[in-house]
């Protein structure tokens, strides 16, 4: 059974940190590039950060650079996100997503965790 099971969401106030943990299982990790996406209310999916099945490269969208990072523990099948300088516009649900290096046509979701930044 294929799973991915975000952790680590939370309250945290304005300037504060939170590392996203993504627990990947039932398939075969190292064969999938990973992605973190966030949805804030009324607003549309968001892709935050991306990186390659072998780690080779990342990815981030403007809004998080120089305060986000991604990584992955392949001996783990987990994928990090870590947030630093968190803003209240960082405020969404953040999902992991894997999608087959090879085959786009392969990925999976997981459900989801609630950021809430605020004083």
């Known amino acids: 059974q294929v799973q991915l099971v975000e952790s680590g969401g939370g309250l945290v106030q304005p300037g504060g940190s939170l590392r996203l943990s993504c627990k990947a299982s039932?398939?075969?990790?190292?064969?999938?590039?990973m992605r973190w996406y966030r949805q804030a209310p009324g607003k549309e999916r968001e892709l935050v950060a991306h990186i390659t099945a072998t780690s080779s490269s990342t990815d981030y969208a403007d809004s998080v650079k120089g305060r986000f990072t991604i990584s992955r523990d392949s001996a783990k099948n987990t994928v990090y996100l870590q947030m630093n300088r968190l803003k209240p516009e960082d405020t969404a649900v953040y999902c992991c997503n894997a999608v087959h290096r090879l085959h786009s046509g392969s990925a999976y979701w997981g459900q989801g965790t609630q950021v809430t930044v605020s004083s």
């Open positions: 039932g398939f075969t990790f190292s064969n999938y590039n």
